[in-house]
Nanobody, 123 residues
Framework: QVQLVESGGGSVQAGGTLRLSCAAS????????MGWFRQVPGKAREGVAL????????TYLDSVKGRFTLYTDTAENTMYLQMDDLKPEDSGMYYC????????????????WGQGTQVTVSS
């Protein structure tokens, strides 16, 4: 059974840094199809960082480009989201996802999801 467990969320002031972790059991992070998403109440979940097939395919939400970095540690079997220079608008529940199912319109569907970790950035 696959489990993804996020950690690393918390409350920080604007300009601060957090690193989110997504530890996997029953699943091995490869270079294919993984991502971080965030959701705030009343809004649709949005993809923050996505990697479909290798580092060259990494894409980021425009508002986080240059500040967020998705990477994996194969030894730890963990995916990370390094978040620097955080802004209040980065606040939300962050979810990691693995193993793509395909596209539904413009949305990339994933098979496995974590439970979420809350990020709150105060001004």
């Amino acid at each position: 059974q696959v489990q993804l467990v996020e950690s690393g969320g918390g409350s920080v002031q604007a300009g601060g840094t957090l690193r989110l972790s997504c530890a996997a059991s029953g699943y091995t992070w490869s270079s294919a199809c993984m991502g971080w998403f965030r959701q705030v109440p009343g809004k649709a979940r949005e993809g923050v960082a996505l990697m479909i097939d290798g580092e060259d395919s990494l894409t980021y939400l425009d508002s986080v480009k240059g500040r967020f970095t998705l990477y994996t540690d194969t030894a730890e079997n963990t995916m990370y989201l390094q978040m620097d220079d955080l802004k209040p608008e980065d606040s939300g529940m962050y979810y990691c996802a693995a193993s793509c199912l395909g596209w539904d319109g413009d949305s990339l569907l994933f098979r496995y999801w974590g439970q979420g970790t809350q990020v709150t950035v105060s001004s």
